[in-house]
């Protein structure tokens, strides 16, 4: 366990992003000092912490004095390297821990994860080359898209196949990588929850946002949701419960759900803060940034 850690102590955060930003000013108001390490040139978040490291992800001296500066090491996006969360969790307590990354960067790691849990996804098939996309399209059907299993995120490493002649085209598309492909799923609204799990494991979550996607990226996301999200938040909320109780995990965990006639249906999540819970820094008693740091 991290105990409580005294004001003045440094909170390392992995990733320079706008999330590392939003991470780092509650963290100062609560007393803390940030230690931002990203291999960017660029970074956003370091521009209200107090420290910054920019180096690579796989460079294990500076990681080592990163992990020596600091109390306690998090993340701001999921894109780290596992291998770098196992290092760091040799010298330094580094919640989420690596095999809640490894689950979450990972598609097809992911999708098995849940429905194991008893989760309910779209149809998937594993696709490791290009014959395995032919039998898949032949289970699946289409339309359907095919994603990379890592990587595959704001509309980057995915291609939507209309019919099964598309296969060539989407293969190539993606760089005939290690792949899934995801039948469609029909859906009313796409929602997310967010929550929250502490050391004692102890949960809360916010209210879920209905979000809409632009070229696959997040648009808007709208509270209140309409009286279908509301009906699903529950058992939602439960089959995030079970993710973050096998993972063991500790801060903010997201899940986003398609709502459908039929119960929601996960779709991806992602063990960090998340874009659609901007609304919670004014909206909420204690934000997502916030809670994640206490």
């Known amino acids: 366990l991290i105990h409580m850690l005294p004001a003045g102590s440094i909170i390392g955060i992995l990733g320079g992003g706008q999330l590392g930003r939003m991470l780092a000013v509650p963290a100062a108001q609560l007393g803390y000092q940030v ?132 296969a060539d085209a989407a293969w190539e598309a993606i760089g005939g990588q290690s792949a899934i492909l995801e039948g469609f799923v029909s859906f009313d609204h796409e929602f997310s929850v967010i929550m929250v799990r502490g050391q004692d494991g102890e949960m809360r979550f916010w209210d879920s946002s209905v979000n809409v996607h632009e070229d696959g990226i997040l648009a808007t996301s709208t509270l209140p949701p309409p009286q279908l999200v509301v009906d699903q938040q529950l058992p939602a909320r439960k089959m995030m419960a079970e993710i973050a109780e096998a993972l063991d995990y500790i801060g903010v965990l997201t899940g986003e759900f398609f709502a459908t006639p039929t119960g929601p249906v996960f779709n991806e999540m992602a063990p960090r803060v998340h874009n659609s819970g901007h609304w919670s820094i004014e909206g909420a008693v204690t934000s997502q940034f916030e809670n994640h740091i206490r």
């Open 35 to 166: 230690h931002i390490y990203a291999p960017d040139a660029e970074s956003v978040a370091s521009h209200v912490s107090a420290h910054h490291t920019r180096a690579a992800w796989d460079d294990e001296q500076r990681l080592a004095g990163f992990a020596a500066h600091c109390d306690v090491v998090t993340l701001e996006f999921e894109n780290v390297p596992v291998d770098t969360i196992r290092f760091l969790s040799g010298h330094v307590a580094a919640p989420p821990r690596a095999n809640a990354l490894d689950v979450a960067r990972d598609s097809l790691k992911e999708k098995s994860f849940v429905t194991g849990l008893g989760g309910r996804t779209a149809p998937y098939a594993a696709v490791p080359n290009r014959a395995a996309l032919d039998e898949a399209i032949a289970r699946i059907g289409t339309p359907a898209i095919l994603k990379t299993n890592r990587m595959g995120y704001d509309g980057k490493g995915q291609f939507r196949l209309k019919t099964a002649a598309d």
